[in-house]
């Protein structure tokens, strides 16, 4: 694999199986609940003086959201605060089904003398989808080619997805006026280039779902890449001190379901039973992306 970027390695293994092997499968049957949407913001406050990240700043706006039946999307402005500096960024957040998970990477810059103010950005998202394949799994392919996970069965199916949460950011493009002084300009070119605005930070993580009996399921990692472009501006005189462009990537994975079409009189979302004898095991993944 080259990095831990847009190519995320998806490994799904799903088991279906049960605990309860002293009960008819009748008395099994039931109705799960998916677990709710949960949206985390990683803040990260740099001081532009030291370029040290700053661990005890007033972070709000930041709290989790924890969405019952999915969340709509939409803006959320987080806002850091120290000693009298302050600075806001307004991230906009995407839809989010029950059951997912995402991490929003967000870098908030503290300064006395200037202010850093966003004039544009481009997002880009990326999706790659698993697709199981080992022996005695089941898969199917839809009519554009891409893959489910098959549960052509009454039990539900409970799915482990190995995945990359890609947390890095880049800074490109910084140019900085001439009638600066050498003292400021120094500081701001050791900001851009510090380690604080230019990381991979991205870890293996496992996602969990549960899917319904007769059904097709995936899980769809999506990382969303915005390039940023800042405006450096001073605080005292509002004048513009210089530009840059600073490149964040966020993950966010989430299940997705639908009736498996050769048993689609048989499927109702998030019903199924659990089997009382256990066996039924499936696994392996590979990626497909759109």
Same mark, same amino acid.
């Given at each position: 694999?080259?990095?831990?970027? !847009?190519?995320?390695?998806?490994?799904?293994v799903a088991l279906v199986g049960g605990m309860f092997a002293s009960c008819s499968q009748e008395d099994l049957s039931t109705t799960f609940k998916p677990a709710p949407a949960v949206i985390d913001f990683n803040v990260k406050v740099v001081d532009a003086l030291t370029t040290n990240v700053i661990t005890?700043?007033?972070?709000?706006?930041?709290?989790?959201?924890?969405?019952?039946?999915?969340?709509?999307?939409?803006?959320?402005?987080?806002?850091?605060?120290?000693?009298?500096?302050?600075?806001?960024?307004?991230?906009?957040?995407?839809?989010?089904?029950?059951?997912?998970?995402?991490?929003?990477?967000?870098?908030?810059?503290?300064?006395?003398?200037?202010?850093?103010?966003?004039?544009?950005?481009?997002?880009?998202?990326?999706? !790659?989808?698993?697709?199981?394949?080992? @022996?005695?799994?089941? @898969?199917?392919?839809?009519?554009?080619?891409?893959?489910?996970?098959?549960?052509?069965?009454?039990?539900?199916?409970?799915?482990?997805?190995?995945?990359?949460?890609?947390?890095?950011?880049?800074?490109?493009?910084?140019?900085?006026?001439?009638?600066?002084?050498?003292?400021?300009?120094?500081?701001?070119?050791?900001?851009?280039?510090?380690?604080?605005?230019?990381?991979?930070?991205?870890?293996?993580?496992?996602?969990?779902?549960?899917?319904?009996?007769?059904?097709?399921?995936?899980?769809?990692?999506?990382?969303?890449?915005?390039?940023?472009?800042?405006?450096?501006?001073?605080?005292?005189?509002?004048?513009? !001190?210089?530009?840059?462009?600073?490149?964040?990537?966020?993950?966010?994975?989430?299940?997705?379901?639908?009736?498996?079409?050769? @048993?689609?009189?048989?499927?109702?979302?998030?019903?199924?039973?659990?089997?009382?004898?256990?066996?039924?095991n499936y696994g392996g993944g590979i990626v497909t992306e759109d």
């Amino acid at each position: 694999m080259n990095g831990l970027g !847009a190519k995320l390695a998806l490994a799904v293994v799903a088991l279906v199986g049960g605990m309860f092997a002293s009960c008819s499968q009748e008395d099994l049957s039931t109705t799960f609940k998916p677990a709710p949407a949960v949206i985390d913001f990683n803040v990260k406050v740099v001081d532009a003086l030291t370029t040290n990240v700053i661990t005890d700043a007033t972070v709000t706006g930041a709290e989790t959201i924890t969405a019952e039946a999915g969340y709509a999307g939409g803006p959320v402005t987080i806002t850091a605060t120290k000693n009298g500096a302050s600075a806001s960024e307004t991230v906009q957040v995407n839809p989010l089904k029950a059951g997912g998970k995402a991490i929003y990477n967000v870098t908030l810059i503290l300064s006395d003398d200037f202010e850093f103010v966003k004039v544009s950005e481009t997002t880009t998202p990326s999706v !790659a989808y698993s697709l199981p394949y080992a @022996h005695g799994s089941s @898969h199917a392919f839809d009519h554009s080619g891409s893959g489910w996970f098959e549960n052509p069965t009454e039990f539900i199916a409970d799915i482990t997805v190995d995945y990359v949460n890609v947390d890095k950011a880049e800074t490109t493009g910084f140019t900085l006026a001439n009638w600066l002084s050498e003292t400021q300009q120094e500081g701001l070119t050791v900001l851009f280039e510090s380690k604080a605005l230019n990381y991979d930070k991205s870890e293996a993580k496992k996602f969990e779902y549960q899917a319904s009996a007769w059904s097709w399921s995936r899980a769809a990692a999506t990382t969303t890449t915005v390039e940023a472009l800042y405006n450096i501006v001073t605080k005292v005189s509002g004048e513009k !001190a210089g530009e840059y462009t600073i490149t964040t990537t966020s993950t966010a994975i989430e299940p997705e379901e639908k009736a498996d079409p050769n @048993h689609a009189s048989h499927y109702v979302a998030h019903q199924g039973t659990h089997d009382a004898h256990g066996g039924h095991n499936y696994g392996g993944g590979i990626v497909t992306e759109d």
